[in-house]
């Protein structure tokens, strides 16, 4: 029987700040960094790997909050935890008195995702599958097991959720051959950070379209001469047929934006993401309302389920930016895209910092082949930088993610990278 | 000139739990606690004392998060922060890397919290006036400053901000000689915890029967019979004449807690507390309409001033639950204040825990003599416990709040207490 007999909690840190990858108008000199999760279990070659992503300080309170969790999980068995992983879900999230400093939000929650992934991940090596597959192999009365409904059944209720999966799982084994064999399409947001110039800029976007990308993101919202300017210049790199997206990370006020994104919308965004606060739902609600030729998209804050649920029930978000290190993990994320499923919106992960786009392509996978059934409309995001640090990086082809073929959920990241990234006193911060 | 030297931060529990003092269905055992923000000054006279609270376990995370938050306050004099309070807002939620594992909620929200009230605690003991006097002798347009207006403008711009301030400030000195010579009204949630048996609540009703208490407040949300027969006794007990509240604590899912709401509603409640998801304020709205006979309150787990605004917009809450140590401090729980005047919904502030009665007093206080203006349905919460901590605590006389009277936000503990409470390490906890 395998059994989880420790949880190691690691601080790791890249100085991403040092060349400005990254940056954008609320985000200016972001540390890539992880909170990782290392599941110990009674089997030294078994171990789950998980984390959280975070842009630098705060990321000891995340490791100090997967401490926090640790003696929740400790001496389970893996077969307790994978019978029940919505009760999982429940006993991190609800623990009586971690709870309050939540709820279901913040520092706690990420490290709740650190935690749930890295079961995700144990699970997943301990069945020889990577976890797209794992859960793309459930039943779907299994696959609901996993999700924990609660404070949203107003929106769906268990009995809607599991005729939506058996619904879904029509076609699942041609869906799944033609992942394998096209990959499940991208767009790179590794051309426009806001502190690269625009050379820089022209001369990514121009890399991206050879190596075959036609979706690039790019951030705005410092400047609306300089926004005007730089959506010019990759509209006319792109061509008319390439998709644009731009990023405003927050920073407006709700009649700002749509004064921006109106002065914006000549250069035919695919979508404009996170406008305002995310925690905003209404204010979303009534830039959509305003604009109604662009798309909103948000969610790489919003905190849990129950904000996913009102941003679709209130007609409040056009594309849906799930991220499995804000949400509760994988679990927590495949709650949203059965929201996403029933409410019939788009779901293109969240992903780029450091880890975001091992989970992201799982999730993207999943969604495909468990949830909407499609990936019309749909992009995974992707970031070009740090993939070095994992043992199973993901892999590019001409714009698309390959399904990753090793067990897990593909975080787990070099031994070699950790010991020299650590917090503060691997060689790189130590120096 | 005072300048800021150091911050301590400091983990301190109450072993609560022991007796059921605090239990809700959402909380069964919580261990009162407070991560202590200590301002030494080159003043050797002069501290200001701030405090966040928390139910236990996690309470290390909020004070590792005020040493995150520290270095944006050390060093800076108290001229430069008293003449910016929304400056240090701005400050210290959008550090541009802390930021990331909020934002504007959850533990560095509180953290934040536990910092600004040490400032205004600053504030108040350098001006030689407790913390609601000194807010109620700045001029309107030196009040608005202190508060951080960003993503709300929407709701109200500083103008009309600036507008209704000028004319709340009409009868100032009347009302603050009513208010020290009636003191604030309150009611009490002493009586009825979750787990307290009926003969314990029915005497604790009766004690505050006598003591001049009409309002009382009992948790609900475990058992609908437990909770019927518990509130026709209390009701029983109280007279038609009391205010009985019931608080369910985020337990039902929204259609459930319009069928419990409806049970319940016969006992003539003042008003149903908590009844869903904290962050579910469509849901909310949706109860509000479903069960429009009873008035619908909420807020100590609301995370800041957007989710407020959306709250008030929305026409979901009846009564507004500000919390000055969820909401980042008493700046933030000012901009509440200022929302909630604007939309006509009262503000009966979150108190109990401990230290949460000590600085509800100062922000209801505020609200009567600068925002709202009126005390009428308005009560600030009221628990017996753990107030013998503090140096100068709240002072109840006939079931209302006497006006302080100490310079400060009265968040200042004993350091005896400190010392047998902290955690891990003091005499309580290492026995």
Redesign the interface.
């Known amino acids: 029987m395998t059994r989880i007999t420790a949880i190691e909690a690691i601080d790791v840190r890249y100085p991403t700040s040092r060349m400005l990858d990254g940056s954008d108008a609320?985000?200016?000199?972001?540390?890539y960094s992880a909170a990782v999760a290392v599941l110990h279990t009674n089997d030294d070659g078994l171990r789950g790997h998980g984390l959280t992503f975070?842009?630098?300080?705060?990321?000891?309170?995340?490791v100090?909050?997967i401490n926090?969790l640790a003696p929740l999980v400790i001496g389970t068995t893996l077969e307790e935890l994978t019978s029940d992983m919505a009760g999982l879900s429940r006993r991190l999230l609800g623990?009586?008195?971690?709870?309050?400093?939540?709820?279901?939000?913040?520092?706690?929650?990420?490290a709740a995702a650190a935690v749930i992934n890295a079961v995700w991940d144990l699970w997943g090596k301990h069945a020889g599958k990577p976890v797209w597959q794992l859960v793309a192999d459930l039943e779907p009365e299994a696959l609901l097991a996993t999700l924990d409904l609660?404070?949203i059944?107003?929106a769906i209720t268990p009995g809607e959720a599991l005729d939506l999966l058996k619904d879904r799982a029509r076609g699942k084994a041609q869906r799944r051959a033609r992942l394998e064999r096209e990959g499940y399409p991208a767009y790179t947001t590794s051309a426009g950070w806001l502190g690269y110039p625009d050379d820089k800029i022209l001369r990514l976007t121009g890399e991206a379209r050879s190596a075959g990308w036609n979706a690039i993101k790019i951030k705005v919202g410092r400047s609306l001469d300089d926004d005007l300017r730089r959506c010019a210049l990759i509209r006319d790199a792109l061509g008319a047929d390439g998709r644009l997206m731009v990023d405003a990370n927050?920073v407006w006020?709700?009649?700002q934006a749509i004064e921006w994104i109106r002065a914006l919308s000549q250069f035919d965004l695919w979508w404009v993401e996170e406008p305002?606060?995310?925690?905003?739902?209404?204010?979303h609600r009534?830039i959509i309302e305003a604009v109604d030729s662009v798309r909103i998209a948000t969610g790489e804050?919003c905190?849990?389920r129950?904000?996913f649920?009102?941003f679709l029930?209130?007609d409040a978000i056009d594309v849906v930016q799930a991220d499995g290190c804000r949400l509760a993990g994988l679990s927590e994320a495949m709650a949203v895209l059965l929201l996403a499923a029933k409410y019939n919106r788009p779901v293109c992960p969240h992903a780029g910092g450091v880890g975001l786009c091992e989970i992201a392509q799982h999730i993207s996978m999943i969604d495909y082949l468990c949830f909407s059934a499609t990936w019309e409309e749909r992009m995974a995001e992707h970031a070009a930088h740090l993939h070095e640090h994992f043992v199973d990086p993901i892999r590019i082809e001409k714009g698309r993610y390959l399904a990753p073929h090793v067990p897990g959920i593909s975080l787990e990241m070099k031994p070699a990278s950790i010991a020299a990234h650590r917090y503060p006193n691997g060689a790189v911060w130590a120096q």
Chains 1, 2 share one sequence.
């Open positions: 609320m985000n200016p000199d972001p540390d975070t842009i630098g300080r705060g990321n000891e309170l995340c100090a909050a926090a623990d009586s008195q971690i709870r309050w400093v939540g709820p279901e939000k913040g520092v706690v929650h990420l609660r404070h059944t107003d927050q006020e709700v009649d305002v606060h995310p925690d905003d739902i209404l204010g009534r804050h905190a849990n129950v904000m649920k009102q029930m209130a």
